[in-house]
C-alpha cells in the first residue's frame, strides 16, 4: 500500500469567477512578435496566453475587496475610503501620515523631489528602474550598497537584498553624511531575484544612517512577502506574525513609497507615508500638483477601499504561504530540470539566467531580450526582460549599463493562475532550454529617452 510522505497546503481561497485564456499558434505568434519589435512589453494582452510579465496591478481581487469598490465615497475631498485607507496603513505599516498616490512611481517622485537637492547621492540595496529614474530627475545620483552576492545569480545567501554595511560607510566617508540625501531600501530586491533583506540588517543600515542623521526611505511594495521570508529564515522572527515582523521592518525608517500594486492585492494605487510631519507637510502640498487632492492622490475612492481591504488580506500568513510557495514551486522544478535560474528562489518570480541560455552572445546581442521573445514563440507566455535593456544608460557618460544579471523573469500575478499554468510554463521554458544552441540574438532599433525597455523595438541578427 502506498504511504503518503507529505501533507499539502493548498491556495486558501476557491474560485467565483473566471476569464478565458486565448491560444494563438506558433505561426500567428511568429508574426505579433515581429510586430511587436521583438518586445513583450508591446504585444496585445490578446495575443498572450499566460501573462508573466509582472505582478504588478495583475492581482485577483477577492470577493470582499469587490464588495469595497461599491462602497467607494467619490467624494472630490474627504472620502471615508481614505480615512480607511489611513487607519490600515498606521496599523499595519506603523506611519503615521499618509499621501496616496496613483501608483507607486507617484510616491517616488514626491519624495526624490522633497529630499534630494542636485548633486547628492542616493544609496541603495540595487536600483529599480522607475525608482533610479526619479532620483536622477531630482539631480540624485544612485549608489549601489547591495551585498557583493546579490550581483552573482547562483550564491546561495539567504537575504541576499541586505545592504553592505561597509559599503554604505565608505560612501559616507567618502561623499560625506551632508552629500546623501537618504537611503533607499527595497523590500524584498525585485532587480537582485524578489530576494529579502533581514531584519538584523534593517536595523543595523537604520542605525548607521540615524547616527550620521541620513533619512532611510524604504520601499514596502513587496515589504509582506519579504516579512514571510524573515519569518522562515530568521531564527528569531519563527513565532512572530507577519503583521508583527512587517511594523518592525518599517519602524527602521523614516519614510515608505509604496505601489499598492504588488502585494495589496488590487490593480491600481500607491501611497507615501512618513512620521516626519514637515515631509508629511510638503509631501501633501506637491501631491496636488501631481497626483490629486492629499485625500484621493489620483484614486478613486473605490480604489482606495480595496487597498484598504487587500492589506489585511495580503498580511495573512496562509495567503503570502500560497503566493510564495507557487513561485518555489516553479524553481524548483527548473532546477530538477536543470535550468539555470537565479538561486535561493525569490519571493515573486523566478529569473532564468539568460547568460547561461546563450553564452554564445554578447550582452550586447541581448541575450534576455532575446529569451523572453523565444519563450513567447513557443507557447505564447510572455515574460520580462531584466538585464541590459532594463538597466538602461549611465546619464554621465551616456554609455550603456552592463549589469552582471542578465535576466528574464517569470513573474507571478496573484491568486491568478493554477498548478496546472505553472506545468505549462515549466515545460515549456524547458522546451526554450532545450533548444538554446542556435539561437541568434537581437539588435536595438529603436531606443526611447526614459525607461527604455517599456517601449524599445528590436530586430533578429
Ligand atoms: N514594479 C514590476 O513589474 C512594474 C513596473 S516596472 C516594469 O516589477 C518596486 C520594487 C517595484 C515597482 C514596480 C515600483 C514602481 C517601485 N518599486 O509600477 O509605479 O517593483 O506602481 O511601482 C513593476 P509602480
Redesign the pocket.
Known sequence: METIKRRSWAEPFKIKSVEPLRMTTREERELTIKEAGFNTFLLKSRDVYIDL?????TNAMSDFQWAGMMLGDEAYAGSENYYHLEDKVKEFYGYTHLVPTH????A?NLISQILIKPGQYVPGNMY????RLHQELAGGKFVDVIIDEAHDPIAEHPFKGNVDLQKFENLINKVGAEKIAYITI?AT??MAGGQPISMENLRAVYQLASKNKIKVVF?A??AMENAFFIKKREKAYENKTIKEILLEMCSYSDAA?M????DLLVNIG?FLAMNDYEIFEEARNMVVVYEGLHTYGGLAGRDMEAMARGIEEACQFNHLQARIGQVEYVGNRLIELGVPIVRPIGG?AIFLDAKQFYPQLEQLNFPAQTLAAELYLDSGIRA?ERGIV?AGRNKETGDHYYPKLELV?L?FPRRVYTQAHCDVTVESVFEVWQNRKNVKGLKMIYEPKY?R??QARFEKL
Open positions: 510579465l509582472t505582478d504588478s496591478g501608483q507607486g512611481r507617484g517616488e529599480f528602474t522607475t525608482t527595497g530586491v525585485n520601499d511594495t513587496r513609497t505601489s499598492g500594486k504588488k500607491g515573486h520580462m532594463s523573469r513573474t525607461l525597455f517599456f
